[in-house]
């Protein structure tokens, strides 16, 4: 079916705030990055595919000072977390510098194999459940940025790797890129992003959760994939020039993927994948595993502060075509 809608006028607004370094950021309104133990039964269904996330941080050329990287809850036991028979689980968190800690292939996909681990081991250390640490602060560091693997057009890369090495609980923890080893002061510049997002969801259907996957000049088509996503509702992707794409969403312990264009004007800037719940039933403790890659295959970063700022859709006055 062919129809016509009449649409408004075209407005990009963006925001520009490259201040702060929480991840998951503020706009991404995601309560919890999540990891399970990858012992015991190495149970996938509760929402952890591989029991292992990846992330990456950005510091600025033009940064010299120390820094730190502190991990919030980093135990598994306790208030925040969640339980699978008894608390069993022992998680590690490793930071690595130097060189190919970003740019070795193996760093850059999806599951913990091959050289996953590339670069320099600068800290690490293994949680189990410790009430010293439950909704409290661990804190990595001091790092010189230039630690960091050097490149040209981001600055200096960090990796750290969350792994569940023990048990089948799971863990929610939250990071902070910090100028501080006893506060959350953030780095002007700094950035976060990962290639494949786990996380917790909400348990309020009215609460939202945001990422958004950065958009070259080189991407044509985009292949979603998302895992154990428990038929919570629906995904929607919001861009400059998309007012709302819905695309497939996984069932329980299930992988499922989607594919799509990319329009002209969504070049250079960020996608706006909103996780939107369901009303009712409504889906409690949901765990969700995404990633996103282009025509090539390769994966596409989401960036915890968007590049370019969230983005929004506006009109464009004229008529354009929609087909089903």
């Given at each position: ?12 607004v963006v ?5 702060g370094q929480?991840?998951?950021?503020e ?21 952890d ?20 990287i ?7 036991g306790g208030?925040v977390?969640e ?5 069993d689980t022992?998680?590690?968190f490793?930071?690595?510098g130097?060189?190919?800690?970003h740019?070795h292939?193996?760093a ?12 320099t ?7 189990g459940?410790n ?8 804190t990595f560091?001091p ?5 960091g693997e050097?490149?040209p057009r981001?600055?200096y ?21 910090s100028t ?29 959760s945001?990422i958004?996957?950065?958009i070259?000049?080189?991407v044509?088509s985009?292949?979603q994939?998302?895992?154990d ?7 929607r992707?919001?861009?400059i ?12 312990d299930l ?10 004007e ?5 996608l ?5 719940k ?7 403790n949901n765990n969700?595993?995404i990633s ?6 390769e994966?596409i970063?989401?960036?915890a502060i968007p590049?370019?700022?969230v983005?929004k859709y ?6 354009q075509k929609?087909?089903k």
């Amino acid at each position: 079916m062919i129809r016509f809608l009449l649409l408004g006028l075209f407005v990009l607004v963006v925001g520009t705030d490259l201040t702060g370094q929480p991840v998951p950021a503020e706009d991404e309104n995601i309560p919890y990055l999540m990891t399970f133990g990858g012992g015991g039964k190495r149970e996938t269904s509760w929402g952890d595919d591989d029991f292992c996330q990846i992330f990456f941080f950005e510091i600025p050329e033009s940064y010299t000072e120390p820094f730190y990287i502190r991990v919030f809850d980093p135990d598994c036991g306790g208030e925040v977390d969640e339980i699978n028979g008894e608390w069993d689980t022992r998680t590690s968190f490793s930071i690595y510098g130097g060189k190919e800690c970003h740019s070795h292939p193996d760093a850059r996909e999806t599951q913990p194999e091959g050289n996953y681990n590339s670069g320099t081991l600068l800290a690490s250390k293994t949680f189990g459940n410790n009430r010293r640490y439950d909704n409290n602060w661990y804190t990595f560091g001091p790092f010189n940025p230039s630690e960091g693997e050097f490149d040209p057009r981001y600055g200096y890369i960090f990796k750290i790797i969350t792994k569940g090495e023990a048990g089948d609980d799971g863990n929610l923890y939250r990071y902070y890129l910090s100028t501080s080893e006893d506060d959350n002061l953030s780095i002007e510049g700094a950035n976060a992003f990962t290639y494949e997002y786990s996380f917790r969801m909400w348990n309020d259907p009215n609460n939202v959760s945001h990422i958004y996957p950065y958009i070259d000049e080189r991407v044509v088509s985009v292949k979603q994939e998302n895992f154990d996503w428990d038929n919570d509702g629906f995904i929607r992707v919001v861009s400059i020039a998309r007012q709302g794409l819905s695309v497939k969403r996984s069932g329980e312990d299930l992988w499922i993927d989607d594919e799509f264009k990319i329009l002209d004007e969504e070049l250079n800037t960020s996608l706006d994948f909103q996780f939107i719940k369901s009303q009712n039933p409504v889906v409690r403790n949901n765990n969700v595993v995404i990633s996103v890659r282009n025509q090539y295959g390769e994966l596409i970063k989401f960036y915890a502060i968007p590049i370019g700022g969230v983005p929004k859709y506006k009109y464009d006055i004229g008529v354009q075509k929609i087909e089903k």
